[in-house]
């Protein structure tokens, strides 16, 4: 499976950017996409998920700027974000989530695969 980002760049604060994320390589669905963001000298930490039925999780510092979404024909996933601070400044990272069929019943097995991680700067 492979991961690739895009649409990270410098914006000023207040502007917005919109990331996205392809995922291809494997003949089987997604299960939860997301994105998590690692700012230099800090731990990875969780931006936003959507599972496969469109449910949502955003981090409680983004939550009423930020907006995911996807496209489960695409292969997609998308992070709209608004009201970018300096505080956004990181490499943001798609994660996926590969459900492969097991061999029992209604059983599957989940592979995550992460992207190599695009820079969103926010500075003036």
């Known amino acids: 499976v492979q991961v690739v980002e895009s649409g990270g760049g410098l914006v000023q604060p207040g502007e917005s950017l919109r990331l996205s994320c392809l995922a291809s390589?494997?003949?089987?669905?997604?299960?939860?996409m997301g994105w998590y963001r690692q700012a230099a000298g800090k731990e990875r930490d969780l931006v936003a998920t959507?599972?496969?039925?469109?449910?949502?999780n955003l981090g409680d510092s983004v939550k009423d700027r930020f907006t995911i979404s996807r496209d489960n024909v695409k292969n997609a996933v998308y992070l709209q974000m608004n009201r970018l601070k300096p505080e956004d400044t990181a490499v943001y990272y798609c994660?996926?989530?590969?459900?492969?069929?097991?061999?029992?019943?209604?059983?599957?097995?989940?592979?995550?695969?992460w992207g190599q991680g695009t820079q969103v700067t926010v500075s003036s």
């Open positions: 390589g494997t003949i089987f669905s997604f299960g939860t």
């Open positions: 959507i599972t496969s039925g469109g449910s949502t």
């Open positions: 994660s996926v989530i590969e459900r492969v069929p097991g061999t029992a019943r209604g059983s599957y097995y989940e592979y995550d695969y």
